[in-house]
C-alpha cells in the first residue's frame, strides 16, 4: 500500500444526493477522471477503507481536494 503522501481527497457525489469522500491514491483519481472522460459503465478502486465498485453514469461530479500543506502556526509580523 502506498504512503498517505501518495493519497489524495476525492468526493464522488451520485444521483439521489448520496456523496461518497476517500483517501485514494492520485492514480486512483486519475482513473476516475478518464473514466468520466470515456464510455465506461463502472470503476473499482481501493480506498483506505475497503474496496469500492461505483457505476459512472451515476455520478454527479466528482471534487479533487488539493493536497493539504500545513507546516506549522504563521507568525504574525
Avoid: C
Avoid at 474496496?51 to 481536494?65: C, E, G, L, N
Amino acid at each position: 500500500m502506498t504512503d498517505n503522501a501518495d493519497r489524495i481527497r476525492i468526493e464522488i457525489a451520485f444521483e439521489g444526493t448520496q456523496v461518497l469522500n476517500v483517501y485514494v491514491p492520485v492514480a486512483t483519481a486519475d482513473d476516475l477522471d478518464r473514466a468520466l472522460a470515456g464510455a465506461h459503465d463502472s470503476l473499482s478502486f481501493e480506498a483506505e477503507d475497503g474496496r469500492y465498485t461505483v457505476s459512472i453514469p451515476k455520478i454527479v461530479y466528482v471534487k479533487r481536494f488539493g493536497r493539504e500543506s500545513r507546516v506549522g502556526f504563521g507568525a504574525a509580523a
